[in-house]
Nanobody, 121 residues
Framework: QVHLVESGGGLVQAGGSLRLSCTTS????????MGWFRQAPGKERDFVGA????????NYADSVKGRFTISRDNAKNTMYLQMNSLKPEDTAVYYC??????????????WGRGTQVTVSS
């Protein structure tokens, strides 16, 4: 079983920053692409960004490009989402996800339970 745990969410004013973390105890964490998704109330779950197994290649939704940065520390089994210049429309539950291979050209197969990000003003 793969368990992903998000943390770092909270309430922040527009223009502020948050850093989300996703941690797993999975021993093979370094062998898989990882991603972030988000879901606002009453809406579909949307792609935010993804990162390959070694962190060399990343991909971002246009809505967050230039503001959000995905990184990973395989030694700590942790992926991060640095969110800057936050906007009210960024408000959502953010989910950590693991893909089935080293690249993200497929759908995630494991999901965390989410962490709430609320951007005011």
């Amino acid at each position: 079983q793969v368990h992903l745990v998000e943390s770092g969410g909270g309430l922040v004013q527009a223009g502020g920053s948050l850093r989300l973390s996703c941690t797993t105890s999975e021993r093979t964490f370094s062998g898989y692409a990882m991603g972030w998704f988000r879901q606002a109330p009453g809406k579909e779950r949307d792609f935010v960004g993804a990162i390959t197994w070694n962190g060399v290649t990343t991909n971002y939704a246009d809505s967050v490009k230039g503001r959000f940065t995905i990184s990973r520390d395989n030694a700590k089994n942790t992926m991060y989402l640095q969110m800057n210049s936050l906007k009210p429309e960024d408000t959502a539950v953010y989910y950590c996800a693991r893909y089935s291979s080293i690249y993200y050209n497929n759908d995630p197969v494991y999901w965390g339970r989410g962490t709430q990000v609320t951007v005011s003003s």
